[in-house]
Structure formats: C-alpha cells, structure tokens
C-alpha cells in the first residue's frame, strides 16, 4: 500500500498510520480492500480503494446506498445492511489524490469463502441475496442510478463483443477461434432473452449483480448467512442477475481460473441447496415469467462472463487482471464448458426447479 496516500485516507477517518495496523485482504477483481484493526479499539474496519475506471461515477454508489439504507432502516431495522461510515468531515467517501476511499464496518464472528464446501452454504448465500431483493421489493428500483450502465445488459456485451471481433489482431483472432465460434453458436440465449425482456411481469428490481460467495458473510461457528457485502452494483436489475451468478459461482466445485475443464462439473445437491435457499425468501414475489426463467438466470449469466472474459482476451486483457496471457481466454473456455454443463444437465435441474416451486 502506497504509505503516503494511506496516511491522508486514515486521516480523513480520524486515524494515523502509528495508530492502526493494515492489512491487504480480499480476491476480487476490481477494488483494492484493506482490513484496518486501530490499535485503541476492538472494532475493525474495511477500507477499500474505488477503481473508478470501471465505477467512474462513484457518487451514484454513495447516493444509492444511502437512500437504501435509509428504506430499510425505516421499514426493516434489524436488517444487517453494510453501509459505508463517513469521514470525520461526513462526507461518504474521502477524495485522495483523485481516488476515492471508503471505509466500511468490519462484521466480527463471520467468514467469506471463496469456494463453497457444503450444499447448506448455498442454501444460506442464495437465502440472504434473495432477503435483499425481497425487502426491497417495495422501494422504487427506478430511483437508484446504474453504477455501471449497462452492466448486465446482455445486448450491449455481445455488442462490445462483435466490435471487438473487428478491432482485435490477427493472432489474439486465431488462438481464440474455437471460443469465438462458441460465442456465436450460442447467440440464441441473447434472442431468447430479447423475446422475454419487455414482458410486463417481468419488473426491474433492486439486484446486487455480484453474487458470488466471498459476497456473502456467514457465521464463523454456525455458517448461517449474516448479510450481503460488496454492494457497488446494487441497481435495477432483473432477477436472474442475481440468481444466475449464483449459478455460474456455486454450482462447480472450481471456479473460473479454473484450467482443467474435466473437472467442471455440475454439483445438483448445491443447485437444489441454492434453489431452495433463494425460493424460501422469494417465491411468493417471483412472477410467472421469472419463474420460467429460472434455469435460463444461468444460462444467461454464464454466457455474458463468457463473453466478457474473450471480449477482455481479444482487447488486449484491458479489464480484468491477469497473470498470464491467455487467462481471460482460459476464462472463457472454463465458462462454455460450465454453459455445456448446464444444457446437458437441462432436464434434471428443471426436474429440481419445478420441485421446489
Ligand atoms: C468482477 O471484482 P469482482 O471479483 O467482485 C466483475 C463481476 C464478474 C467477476 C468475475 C464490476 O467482480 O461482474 O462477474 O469479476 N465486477 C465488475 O470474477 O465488473
Ligand atoms: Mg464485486
């Protein structure tokens, strides 16, 4: 950690350097998190750095978890909702340099994973994303900014995807054939979607389209589920944002770094854990359409990361870090084979869906 920028950032909280031990935590991809333990006190924080290239308005992040926070302070106030604490200044982010720092309450007794070992874990991950969706349901979606415009938009990804078709080299064209045929071949999840999206039962709601596990805090003794973290891209949404990640991140026992493809497979104890876990808080507010769409959440996630990862591989690996050249393609190719899993496995995860509803 630059030391210089850390000592004006802990400063805007009313901390020093001296006073506090810093420690580099967390395996995303996009923000840089520190976890702050002041020396005085028993409590702990996290710090995290905004990448404003990829969150280049990060007011609309501060506004929206604002009037989120107050919703549910109103209307649900034992609800567990990180939201971050202000400067000594009470500003909600501390400008420094250019960067944008926020300071969040550390939760104590809890774990994030990074792989998810027991099906109960999915039961108890998928339960608290879809607690958020339903305690929202009420509040206007239409109110909040998208902190990435068109984040989730499929169209826009195979958009982003084709231009870059026409943009790339040779080379990055060549070693990438396979995955860009598979990227055509599956086009028809994007024209299925089309033919669903202007539905009326089919409503925007609030989402926080980054479900993966180390977003969720459980019980460090019981792995029940405490709250949701990491909450930069609650915006209006549809449903299968959420669930679908939760697809693409559960259902395999490796994750998308993945590089032997063998072993991407499909775990149906997690998938039913994970259905069972998301219903029991919104089967009552899904509607018809979504219920529909419930296996499609996966298909429809797994195919955007795919495409995103070669769109990133062919640009030159401009988004997502990357420790050796081809990773963003491997990416890729571990997420059409998970897209395969799925389609193979169509008819007993349906089997399992239509159990549960
Ligand atoms: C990014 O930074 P992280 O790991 O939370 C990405 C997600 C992808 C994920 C793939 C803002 O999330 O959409 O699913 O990588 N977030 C952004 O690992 O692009
Ligand atoms: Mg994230």
């Known amino acids: 950690m630059e030391l210089s920028l850390a000592s004006e950032v802990l400063q805007a909280y009313g901390y020093t350097k001296e006073n506090i031990q810093i420690t580099q935590i967390g395996t995303g991809l996009i923000n840089r998190t520190y976890l702050l333990s002041p020396l005085s006190e028993d409590k702990k924080y996290i710090l995290q750095n905004i990448n404003t290239s990829v969150f280049k308005n990060p007011q609309a992040i501060a506004n929206n978890l604002k009037v989120i926070a107050d919703y549910l302070l109103k209307k649900f106030p034992d609800y567990l909702f990180i939201k971050p604490i202000s400067t000594i200044d009470g500003e909600e982010m ?20 990074d792989v998810l070992s027991e099906p109960q874990q999915a039961y108890e991950a998928a339960k608290q994303f879809g607690k958020l969706s339903r305690l929202l349901n009420n509040f206007d979606a239409s109110s909040l900014e998208p902190t990435i415009p068109g984040f989730h938009d499929l169209g826009l990804r195979f958009e982003q995807f084709s ?3 026409n943009t790339t080299t040779k080379e990055l064209k060549g070693k990438a054939k ?180």
């Open 94 to 113: 501390a400008l420094v340099k250019d960067e944008y720092w926020r300071m969040l309450p550390f939760v104590p007794d809890t774990v994030s994973l």
């Open 163 to 165: 231009a870059t078709l």
């Open 178 to 357: 396979l995955q860009i045929d598979d990227a055509l071949e599956h086009k028809y999840i994007l024209d299925y979607y089309k033919s669903y999206s202007h539905r009326a039962d089919f409503p925007d709601r609030v989402m926080h389209h980054d479900t993966k596990i180390s977003n969720v805090l459980l019980n460090a003794e019981t792995f029940e589920g405490v709250c949701v973290i990491d909450l930069d891209t609650i915006m209006p949404g549809k449903f299968i944002s959420d669930l679908g990640d939760m697809m693409r991140t559960y259902l395999c026992a490796f994750s998308e770094n993945e590089t032997d493809l063998t072993k991407i497979k499909i775990r149906f104890p997690y998938f039913e854990a994970m259905i069972k876990g998301y219903l029991s808080e919104m089967k009552n507010i899904l509607t018809e359409t979504e219920k529909e769409l419930i296996l499609f959440s996966g298909r429809y996630i797994i195919y955007m990361q795919a495409l995103r990862f070669l769109t990133d591989f062919l640009n030159g690996n401009m988004y997502y870090p990357t420790t050796y050249l081809t990773q963003n393609l491997d990416r890729a190719k571990n997420q059409f084979k998970l897209l395969s899993e799925l389609s193979v496995n169509e008819k007993e995860l349906q089997g399992i869906i239509d159990e549960c509803l």
